[in-house]
């Protein structure tokens, strides 16, 4: 309890607000999508330039880094590119999330 004391009532309040966010959809977060795939997605939009031709590939990983499952699978959904495409998520993992 002096712990949850120590980070403030609104803090605790916002921790259990993305916990239930989580439980509910938890495609919001990654966990589906490890860095080796996300850096694998990097690379390919680096060459294409999704990101702009000035982004490095550390940019663009770090950028990808930060989407959810939900968004690295859109991202994978709506490209044009095959192999980018291929890295989309499986329906039953859709479903079991």
Known sequence: APALKSLGTKRVSNIFVQLRK????????????????????????????????????????????????HALH????ASSNKDLRALQLQPDQMRTS
């Open 22 to 69: 989580i439980a509910q959809h938890p495609l919001l977060i990654r966990s589906l999508y490890s860095d080796d795939t996300v850096a694998s997605m990097a690379t390919i939009c680096r060459k294409r330039g999704d990101f702009g031709a000035e982004a490095s590939q550390a940019q663009v990983e770090a950028e990808l880094a930060g989407y959810s499952d």
């Open 74 to 77: 859109a991202l994978c959904a």
